[in-house]
């Protein structure tokens, strides 16, 4: 019997039946808005089951402690989950395992649909049952997994929730066995570039009230003003609104000064934001605000005091660090390094200034990332660079403080390089054991 159900899109021509078919037998009704994906289960060409998909829920507690992402990845990588909002079978159609075959085989076929009208593949799809109404048995036999309830609030607008009072069982299906990882990584595959949305105004702090308090005095103490004039905004507001939009992610001043626009009222209270003129209202700084203090400012004075703040409340660092050198303005080249899964500087250094080529970057990565690797503890930490860091005294450096360390080696013609081909060529990555009968090492004898 089940050989005989297909499923596939529903043409833009049979929404107007879908919908109908909905508004008729879903206890929710047709949807408002519109849909991004719409599959029919068919039996021998009768339509016997609909299934809607749309964008997830912008944002999910239980949901977003189960992927392990940040607030900046969860804006940039939304896209890449949808949600279930609708799942019916139609009208009086009666067979056993309907249900849970209708969605396995609509689960299926998620990827290669989504892909034919959005260009990529999704990553995890959710969806909630009402625990009232609802054991959420299909959606268990299908492999889905429940990882958490709502607290009964509805997004209403932007920024706005309105409670409603209906606690939901929250479930999760992943698409991809490595779903997870590769939504916490640092860089996501070039698959799922095109589901990134890096227009989204993301307006979460990366620091707590606390934490943002504790920057904002850390600055004005270590950080001399440099401007003779036009201080609407105090120095230690400004480079700690700089500071936690790069911790945030932002790449260059554009994207700093947009980040603040979005921020929310109270935010802009706790970066001490001065109130307009007669007004409630506390305006964000602009472009040239910014970009007239960064030109005054010491840029050694900033690395430093950010660094040892960094140091100061960073508590266990990472495991995972990387160092990598980026050019500001093609004439100051920031050296940092950085968690490797979130991207958020752990420490920060500035190189001499000079113009923009490879070897000055060279030059100034070589210099700098030994004097970044003394401020901080790497004890049990691991650095990766790429073949600017692939000197002796770098290793030596990383060695002396504890850590392991990946460095890339390119160039051919460098006896490192031919030394480590002769090394792949004879000695396994993993050691094996000489003797298969040995069984496993106890890890607590190990040497």
């Known amino acids: 019997m089940f050989k005989n159900l297909t499923v596939r899109i529903v043409a833009p021509h049979e929404r107007d039946r879908a919908n109908e078919l909905l508004k008729r037998d879903h206890y929710l009704g047709e949807l408002p808005h519109g849909s991004m994906l719409m599959q029919v289960v068919e039996h021998d060409g009768r339509w016997v089951a609909l299934l809607d998909w749309g964008p997830p829920a912008h944002r999910l507690a239980d949901r977003d402690e189960w992927i392990g992402w940040t607030d900046q990845q969860r804006a940039e ?5 949808v949600m279930n909002r609708r799942f019916c079978i139609l009208g009086n159609t009666r067979m056993p395992n309907l249900a849970s075959r209708s969605l396995g085989l609509a689960i299926a076929s998620l990827p290669e649909h989504w892909e034919q009208l959005h260009g990529y593949r999704p990553l995890f799809a959710e969806t909630f049952t009402d625990i009232e109404a609802y054991e959420g048995t299909c959606y268990k036999a299908t492999g889905w997994e429940p990882i958490g309830h709502t607290k009964g609030f509805g997004r209403h607008r932007a920024d706005y929730y309105q409670h409603h009072g209906r606690i939901k069982k929250l479930w999760i299906k992943t698409i991809n066995r490595n779903t997870r990882r590769i939504l916490t990584a640092m860089d ?3 698959a799922y ?3 990134v949305n890096k227009q989204i105004p993301e307006r979460s702090l990366p620091l707590k009230k606390g934490q943002c308090d504790s920057l904002r005095d850390w600055m004005r103490e270590h950080v001399v003003d440099p401007r003779a004039e036009n201080r609407k905004f105090p120095l230690s507001s400004l480079l700690a609104f700089i500071a936690m939009a790069l911790l945030a992610g932002r790449k260059n001043l554009a994207e700093i000064q947009r980040y603040g626009q979005f921020l929310t009222p109270a935010q802009r209270r706790w970066l001490d934001w001065p109130l307009k003129k007669g007004t409630r209202l506390r305006a964000a700084p602009s472009y040239k605000a910014l970009y007239n203090l960064l030109g005054k400012l010491d840029p050694h004075a900033f690395a430093e005091a950010m660094t040892s703040w960094l140091q100061h409340h960073h508590g266990t660092l990472p495991r995972a660090l990387a160092v990598d050198g980026k050019w500001v303005r093609d004439s100051v080249l920031t050296v940092c390094l950085s968690d490797h899964e979130t991207g958020a500087p752990v420490a920060v250094g500035i190189a001499a200034q000079k ?3 490879e070897e000055n970057k060279r ?5 700098v990332a030994p004097r970044l690797y003394e401020q901080i503890s790497l004890e049990n930490a691991t650095v990766t660079g790429d073949a600017n860091f692939d000197n002796q005294p770098q ?5 002396q403080k504890g850590a392991d360390y990946i460095l890339q080696l390119k160039d ?5 390089y031919q030394r480590a081909c002769q090394k792949a060529e004879t000695t396994p990555f993993l050691p094996t054991l000489k003797n298969p009968n040995a069984g496993m090492v106890d890890s607590t004898n190990a040497p």
């Open 77 to 81: 990588r939304l896209s890449l989950g």
């Open 188 to 190: 996501l595959p070039a």
């Open 193 to 195: 570039r095109k589901a």
């Open 355 to 357: 113009p923009r080529t």
């Open 363 to 367: 030059e100034g990565e070589q210099t």
């Open 395 to 399: 290793a030596q450096a990383l060695g």
């Open 412 to 416: 051919p013609n460098r006896h490192a």
